[in-house]
């Protein structure tokens, strides 16, 4: 834990302490002036490039003390994985998790073939590693975190990289790799994808999931707090750890200038993320989906062929 320091330049936030530094949008080369949507009491603004589109904290934590937050016990429920199985996991539904990872695995398989190599990018401890080998996937992940890779090396018995992504040269490249709900987190965004690009192989595909900042839910949570109706600071946005929120058209500018061109979109609430039944989640889903109005976007992008 980094100590305590009341220097100007350092927020403490719930249980995370961090160096903040002022950022412009992480996409447009020349930004315009951004619009600022909220700004919190502790000074950190929440901020809409009018170029692209993308949601922004700034001030925000360094690199480093973004890094350090993933090391904290305060990240994670340490809960889920006391006497963990995969047989309770799946038929006890813990947070909804098993559901999620299975939805995201029926997309994968539009495109991906059974022998395929995949690589699960910010995999933290793994989820998405356990379903894919449980269903003969050929499958990796990475992540910079030392306490999630344990956990995921010690729980579910996961043979996990630990590290950065432009650190990582396995010696070979990958038909499609998986950044589910990773990108509203990382520090150098268009480093991100375009190290990504550089492990696929010629026309593999990229499988993204973040926030939709235009998704009714979010979109009517950032008008209470506007008018000042709702007084937890911002607290959907998800702030430290979560530095964007996307909507189509910043994702379509970041996979554009990363060597990536757009395959699918989709719209999952969180409605269908958790395995909602009946015919007023059925309704809902359908509705959000259709209008682009769902609390996530997912994308599938494919390499493009002069990458």
């Avoid at 356990?130 to 992540?143: F, M, P, R, S, T």
Wanted: charge should be positive; hydrophobic fraction near 35%.
């Amino acid at each position: 834990m980094p100590e305590k320091n009341d220097s100007p330049g350092y927020l403490t936030c719930g249980p995370f302490s961090g160096v903040l530094e002022e950022v412009p949008c992480p996409i447009c080369d020349l930004p315009p002036e951004p619009r600022l949507v909220f700004r919190m009491s502790n000074g950190v603004g929440i901020w809409i490039c009018p170029g692209c589109g993308i949601m922004y904290a700034s001030p925000r934590f360094t690199e480093e003390s973004l890094l350090r937050i993933y090391e904290e016990d305060a990240f994670i429920d340490p809960c889920f994985y006391d006497h963990w199985s995969y047989e309770k996991w799946k038929n006890e539904n813990i947070n909804k998790s098993y559901v999620s990872q299975v939805l995201k695995l029926r997309l994968v398989r539009r495109f991906l073939r059974q022998n395929d190599r995949i690589l699960d990018v910010g995999c933290g401890s793994g989820l998405f590693c356990v379903e894919a080998l449980k269903q003969g996937l050929n499958v990796e992940g990475i992540d910079p975190s030392k306490m999630l890779i344990e956990l995921g090396r010690k729980t579910f018995k996961l043979a996990l990289h630990l590290g950065e992504l432009k650190d990582f040269n396995p010696g070979y490249r990958y038909k499609g790799i998986v950044i589910w709900a990773v990108l509203e987190h990382v520090y150098d965004l268009i480093g991100m994808v375009q190290e990504c690009n550089r492990l696929l192989e010629k026309g593999g595909y990229l499988f993204i999931d973040v926030p939709n900042h235009e998704g009714l839910s979010n979109r009517f949570k950032t008008f209470l707090y506007r008018i000042r109706v709702k007084k937890s600071e911002f607290k959907h946005f998800g702030f430290p750890w979560h530095v964007y929120s996307f909507n189509r058209k910043s994702l379509c500018s970041l996979i554009d200038k990363s060597g990536f061109e757009p395959v699918v979109f989709e719209f999952w609430s969180h409605l269908m993320k958790e395995g909602a039944d009946g015919p007023f989640a059925r309704l809902a889903i359908k509705l959000t989906q259709r209008f682009e109005f769902s609390d996530y976007v997912t994308l599938v992008a494919r390499k493009k062929a002069n990458c």
